[in-house]
């Protein structure tokens, strides 16, 4: 199917299909005239591709994870999948840490307002 019936179908825009096979993410086939030509795998990968952008993953290490180009071989075996998952676990940190610091400022938002309102401030 051409790039605009994969964005219907995938509920992702053109200009991500774009994206993903600029990044190296997806690689759609090509008609005779050139045109893209999306297959369903590259639909599935697509939407394992955004679940994996919509849980944070940067796209250098979905493209690390991703088996290249429909060949069904991970990108280096047991050590890229140690190494991914050590980047998970890293990136993972980095979000509870971020929390921690917006939950503080939140908190001290609330602590400001319930001051600003019990004094009418």
Same mark, same amino acid.
């Given at each position: 199917?051409?790039?605009?019936?994969?964005?219907?179908?995938?509920?992702?825009?053109?200009?991500?299909?774009? /994206?993903?096979?600029?990044?190296?993410?997806?690689?759609?086939?090509?008609? +005779?005239?050139?045109?893209?030509?999306?297959?369903?795998?590259?639909?599935?990968?697509?939407?394992?591709?955004?679940?994996?952008?919509?849980?944070?993953?940067?796209?250098?290490?979905?493209?690390?994870?991703?088996?290249? +180009?429909?060949?069904?071989?991970?990108?280096?075996?047991?050590?890229?999948?140690?190494?991914?998952? /050590?980047?998970?676990?890293? /990136?993972?940190?980095?979000?509870?840490?971020?929390?921690?610091?917006?939950?503080?400022?939140?908190?001290?938002?609330?602590?400001?307002?319930?001051?600003?309102?019990?004094? +009418?401030?």
């Amino acid at each position: 199917m051409r790039i605009g019936e994969a964005a219907r179908a995938s509920a992702v825009s053109a200009r991500s299909l774009r /994206h993903y096979e600029d990044e190296g993410l997806i690689v759609p086939g090509r008609c +005779g005239n050139g045109f893209r030509d999306y297959c369903p795998s590259t639909l599935d990968r697509v939407l394992v591709i955004r679940s994996l952008l919509e849980s944070g993953l940067p796209v250098r290490l979905i493209r690390q994870v991703l088996p290249r +180009g429909g060949d069904g071989a991970g990108a280096g075996g047991d050590a890229v999948c140690a190494d991914f998952l /050590h980047e998970v676990q890293s /990136h993972r940190d980095r979000l509870d840490a971020r929390i921690a610091v917006l939950s503080g400022q939140r908190a001290a938002l609330d602590a400001y307002l319930r001051e600003a309102r019990r004094t +009418g401030r």
